[in-house]
C-alpha cells in the first residue's frame, strides 16, 4: 500500500478513511482530525487556557503532545490516586512524559486530599470504579474553576465514545444520553468539557503514539474489571470491519439526530443545583456526594480502627 | 516460523507458513484495525509480507475502561 499523499511505502491503513499514510505524513492526518474536532465543535481557541487529564495513558499522552505542538496553552493534571504497585508507575510516566516534552504539570494527590482510592473500596459498598470515576471528575472541575481554566481536555477517543453511548442505548440511560458528546458547554459550576480526540480510533491513536515515541505499555489499574466495555468494544471492532466508518457514523448520527430529544425530556425532569457547602462544586442537594463519600470513608475508618484497638487490647489482656 | 510477541498479553507465539501481515492477524483472531504490527521498529499495514525468521510484535489496541 502507498501512502496517500506522497506515495512512498504507507506504514497506516485507515479502511475508514479509504487511505494509508506513511510515518511522515500519518502525524499530519491525526493533526488534521484533532483541529477538525476543535474547530467544528468550537472546543476551544489559542487565547483559552486548557487544563488537560493525564491518566498516563496513552491517549492523555498524545492529546497532551499534540495540543501542545498545535500551539495551545496547555497544563496537565494528573490525579495520584494512592492504589499501591500501580498509582507510583502511571505518576512516574506522566511526570517523566513532561519533562521530556517541556509540559506544564500538576499534580493531585488523593491520599494528600484524605482519600485515596484503596480507602473507597474498604469502606465503601459499592463498585469502586465508578466512585473513583465520580472523584477524578470532580477534582479535575474544581481544580479547573479554581484555577480559572476556560476548558478541561480528556483523551477519550471514538472508541471509548461508541463503546460508551452503545452501552447506554442498551440501557436508554436517558440522563447520559442527553449529556454526553465531544463538547459540554461550560454551566453554572462546571467548566467547558471537551474531547479533542473524538474522532480518531484507539487504533489511530495507538499508531500516532507509536511513532511519537510514547510509551504505549501500560499497566491496567488493579482494580480494573472493564469486562462489559471491552466486549462492546470488540464487538464494535467487527462492525466496523465488515462497513468502515459505522463507528463514526453511529456517534455522530446521534449527536445530530437523537441528543437533543434527550436534552429535552431531562430538561423537564433534571434538578436544580446549588453550590455544595462543604467544597463548594454544583449540587442538586445541600452537601455533594463526594464530600459524603469522603465524610462517610472517615467515619468507617475510625470505627474500624477503635474496634481493631479493642480488640488488640482485649488479646492483651 | 515466524515469531509472536503478543501485547500486552506478554506471550510469545510461533507461526508457520504465514505469509503476510494479513496471514498472521488471521490466525492471532485480530481484524487489522484492532492491533498495531511492528517489525524492527516499523509500522506494518495488513498487506506486507512477513519472511521466514521474522519477529514481530502485535500490540492489541483495545484498553479496558
Ligand atoms: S479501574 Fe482503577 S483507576 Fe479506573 S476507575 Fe476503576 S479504580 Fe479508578
Ligand atoms: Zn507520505
Ligand atoms: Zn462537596
Known amino acids: ?317 | 516460523m515466524i515469531t509472536v510477541n503478543l501485547e500486552p498479553d506478554g506471550k510469545v507465539i510461533e507461526l508457520r507458513r504465514t505469509r503476510s501481515v494479513l496471514g498472521a492477524l488471521n490466525k492471532l483472531k485480530l481484524r487489522s484495525t484492532m492491533a498495531i504490527v511492528v517489525r524492527e521498529d516499523e509500522l506494518l499495514t495488513a498487506d506486507r509480507k512477513l519472511y521466514n525468521g521474522d519477529t514481530i510484535m502485535v500490540r492489541k489496541v483495545t484498553s479496558a475502561g
Request: glycine share 8%; net charge positive; hydrophobic share 35%.
Open chain 1, 1 to 317: 500500500m502507498k501512502c496517500q499523499r506522497c506515495k512512498k511505502l504507507a506504514c497506516v491503513a485507515l479502511p475508514s478513511h479509504h487511505a494509508g499514510f506513511c510515518k511522515d505524513c500519518y502525524p499530519l492526518f491525526f493533526t488534521r482530525q484533532v483541529e477538525t474536532a476543535i474547530r467544528r465543535e468550537k472546543m476551544f481557541t489559542h487565547d483559552d487556557r486548557i487544563l488537560v487529564a493525564l491518566s498516563g495513558g496513552k491517549d492523555s499522552l498524545a492529546l497532551m503532545l499534540e495540543l501542545k505542538l498545535q500551539g495551545y496553552d496547555v497544563t496537565g493534571l494528573h490525579i495520584d490516586l494512592g492504589i499501591p504497585n500501580s498509582s507510583e508507575g502511571a505518576r512516574s510516566k506522566v511526570e517523566k512524559f513532561c519533562d521530556a516534552h517541556d509540559l506544564k504539570l500538576d499534580v493531585f494527590e488523593m491520599e494528600k486530599w484524605g482519600l485515596p482510592i484503596p480507602d473507597v473500596k474498604q469502606y465503601i459498598d459499592r463498585p469502586v470504579c465508578s466512585i473513583c470515576g465520580k472523584m477524578k471528575r470532580h477534582h479535575f472541575n474544581r481544580i479547573a474553576r479554581e484555577g480559572g481554566y476556560d476548558a478541561v481536555a480528556t483523551g477519550h477517543n471514538l472508541d471509548d465514545e461508541v463503546a460508551r453511548l452503545f452501552a447506554n442505548t442498551l440501557r436508554w440511560d436517558t440522563a447520559y444520553l442527553s449529556d454526553q458528546g465531544p463538547t459540554l458547554p461550560a454551566a453554572e459550576g462546571f467548566v467547558r468539557k471537551v474531547k479533542p480526540l473524538f474522532r480518531l480510533s484507539e487504533f489511530e491513536t495507538a499508531n500516532y503514539s507509536f511513532l511519537k515515541g510514547i510509551d504505549i505499555h501500560s499497566a491496567p489499574c488493579p482494580y480494573s474489571t472493564g469486562a462489559s466495555f471491552t466486549n462492546h468494544k470488540e464487538l464494535w471492532g467487527e462492525l466496523e470491519f465488515r462497513s468502515p466508518g459505522q463507528k463514526f457514523q453511529f456517534y455522530n448520527g446521534f449527536m445530530q439526530r437523537g441528543k437533543a430529544a434527550f436534552a429535552n425530556l431531562e430538561k423537564e425532569t433534571g434538578a436544580t443545583l446549588h453550590p455544595c457547602d462543604t467544597c463548594g462544586s454544583p449540587t442538586s442537594v445541600g452537601t455533594c456526594s463526594v464530600c459524603r463519600i469522603k465524610a462517610s470513608v472517615a467515619v468507617k475508618k475510625a470505627e474500624w480502627l477503635s474496634e481493631s484497638e479493642y480488640e488488640a487490647a482485649r488479646a492483651r489482656a
